[in-house]
C-alpha cells in the first residue's frame, strides 16, 4: 500500500455533501487533509458531471462508488451509466435490500448480484459486495459471505471487505482479506476498539481501535488490492478531525509497517 491508494469513504462526511457547494468545500479539505481519492456515497443530489468537475478541480480521483442495491439488481444499466459519467469502474453492492432469512434468499440474491455483476463486466465494470456483520451469520456450517462469493463467478463479484464489521461478526479480517485474493479490489478500514465510555464494538479512527492493521494491510496487498478507504461512519467530534487522524496514522505508521510485514 501507498498513500496515492488511501481514500476517504464520503459517507463519513455526509452531513457536509448535501449541496454542490458542501461538496466542493469537502473536497478542499479533504485534499488539504492529504487523500488523493474519494468514494462517492452518502453525497446530495449533485449531477455526476458536477461531482466530476469538483473532484478534478481539487486533484481527487473518484475510486469507487456505494449505488442503492436495488438498483444495482434491478436496473442495473442505470449504474452502469452512472459510473460511466464519474469515470469509475468500481461500486459496491451496499446492504441488503432484500431479506436474507433463509437459505433460499441468499441464493437468490447470490444469483441476482451474478447477473448484475456479469453485466458490469461486459461493460468494463466491476461489482464488489460490502459487508456488515450479518453476512457471517451461518446457514449449513458456511457464512452468508462464503456463499455469496461460491456462488458467483470471480469476475462477476469482488469484494470490498469491512474491516470493522468483520469482527463485529466474529471474524478475522486479515484472513478475509486472504481468503479474497485476486477478488478484492477495494478495502474498507474502519478501526473497531472499545471508547472511553468503555463501550466496545465502537468505529474508531485508524490506530485508535485494537485491529491488527500490518497484517491487514499486508494481506489485502497479496490479494492485489487496488483501493485502501477510509471510513468512519460515527465519530466522536468533528468527523474531518477523524479523517486528519486516520490519514495521519496511516502515513506515520501503517505503511511503513505494512510494508515489512510484507517483506
Not at 149 to 154: A, D, H, V
Not at 189 to 202: L, S
Not at 246 to 262: C, G, M, N, P, Q
Request: charged fraction near 25%; hydrophobic fraction near 40%; proline fraction near 3%.
Amino acid at each position: 500500500m501507498n498513500l496515492s491508494q488511501v481514500a476517504i469513504q464520503l459517507y463519513s462526511l455526509r452531513d457536509f455533501c448535501k449541496t454542490a457547494a458542501d461538496f466542493a468545500a469537502t473536497a478542499r479539505r479533504v485534499k488539504q487533509i492529504g487523500y488523493d481519492a474519494v468514494q462517492i456515497s452518502g453525497v446530495g443530489p449533485i449531477e455526476c458531471e458536477e461531482l466530476v468537475r469538483i473532484c478534478r478541480g481539487e486533484g481527487l480521483t473518484i475510486c469507487a462508488t456505494h449505488e442503492s442495491g436495488k438498483d444495482i439488481v434491478d436496473n442495473t444499466s442505470m449504474v452502469i451509466d452512472r459510473l460511466g459519467k464519474l469515470g469509475t469502474i468500481y461500486t459496491a453492492y451496499p446492504h441488503p435490500h432484500v431479506p436474507l432469512t433463509t437459505i433460499e434468499e441468499v441464493l437468490a440474491l447470490a444469483a441476482a448480484l451474478d447477473k448484475a455483476g456479469r453485466a458490469m463486466r461486459k461493460a468494463g465494470q466491476v461489482l464488489t459486495y460490502h459487508n456488515h456483520a450479518l453476512e457471517l451469520r451461518k446457514f449449513d456450517g458456511k457464512t452468508m459471505l462464503e456463499i455469496f462469493f461460491e456462488q458467483t463467478g470471480r469476475n462477476s463479484l469482488q469484494g470490498e471487505i469491512d474491516t470493522y464489521w468483520i469482527q463485529c461478526g466474529g471474524g478475522d479480517p486479515a484472513e478475509w482479506c486472504r481468503r479474497l485474493k485476486r477478488r478484492l479490489p477495494l478495502l474498507h478500514m474502519k478501526d473497531h476498539g472499545v471508547n472511553k465510555d468503555n463501550k466496545a464494538a465502537t468505529m474508531m479512527e485508524i490506530g485508535n481501535g485494537n485491529l491488527n492493521w500490518p497484517a491487514i494491510i499486508s494481506a489485502a496487498d497479496r490479494s492485489g488490492c487496488e483501493w485502501y478507504i477510509v471510513e468512519q461512519d460515527v465519530c466522536p467530534a468533528d468527523p474531518f478531525d477523524s479523517i486528519k487522524e486516520s490519514f495521519r496514522y496511516i502515513k506515520d505508521h501503517l505503511v511503513e509497517k505494512a510494508t515489512s510485514a510484507a517483506d
